[in-house]
T-cell receptor, first 114, second 112 residues
């Protein structure tokens, strides 16, 4: 069964450092999502791609966060500089679209900023 | 603004009973609602999607309803098992670009 891949699974970094997360969606899924989830809360959308184009980044803190999906396949989310408040689970998900709206999530990256 | 509200208190039930979780939404009815299961430290797993024109949908021991008058979806797990213990998330679509707005989730504990 196809899965969404994410790496790393865990990341500990000091504040003011740069950190990057990688996501490989399910093959053929045109839509890719990056979410941030704080313990006890639902996922919060950071950025949504349709192929290589950003369709929603309204909640992305653009002064420190950036995301790209250059060839419309895998994607990278970067934080620079990291702040203590960025500690959270970062989830990547993908969906097929074309009337199939369910999202498939990767295992997530647990980020701890010290 | 569009919101999703779920039971904030954890739900504890006895094995074999039916668990019922509630999801309420505000503003206009979404085109669809989705339910996901999330285990600690893992990403959510899709369970069911119900569209605005559907009243009920089933999958094995799971059933979800959509009441546009009450602005509510109910999620049922029949013959519950300890393995059903998890957090269950409800999400609604927002707009036409498949963006989802998520609830906080309801924690379910099924006791043997």
């Amino acid at each position: 069964e196809a899965e969404v891949a994410q790496s790393p699974r865990y990341k500990i970094t000091e504040k003011s450092q740069a950190v990057a997360f990688w996501c490989d969606p399910i093959s053929g899924h045109a839509t890719l999502y990056w979410y941030r989830q704080i313990l006890g809360q639902g996922p919060e959308l950071l950025v949504q791609f349709q192929d290589e184009s950003v369709v929603d980044d309204s909640q992305l803190p653009k002064d420190r966060f950036s995301a790209e999906r250059l060839k419309g396949v895998d994607s990278t989310l970067k934080i620079q500089p990291a702040e203590l408040g960025d500690s959270a689970m970062y989830l990547c998900a993908s969906s097929h679209g074309q009337g199939r709206e369910e999202q498939y999530f990767g295992p997530g990256t647990r980020l701890t900023v010290t | 603004s569009q919101k999703i509200e779920q039971n904030s208190e954890a739900l504890n039930i006895q094995e074999g009973k039916t668990a019922t979780l509630t999801c309420n939404y505000t503003n206009y009815s979404p085109a669809y609602l989705q339910w996901y299961r999330q285990d600690p430290g893992r990403g959510p797993v899709f369970l069911l999607l119900i569209r605005e024109n559907e009243k009920e949908k089933r999958k094995e021991r799971l059933k979800v309803t959509f009441d546009t008058t009450l602005k509510q979806s109910l999620f049922h797990i029949t013959a519950s098992q300890p393995a059903d213990s998890a957090t269950y998330l409800c999400a609604r679509n927002a707009g036409n670009n498949r963006k989802l707005i998520w609830g906080l989730g309801t924690s379910l504990a099924v006791n043997p």
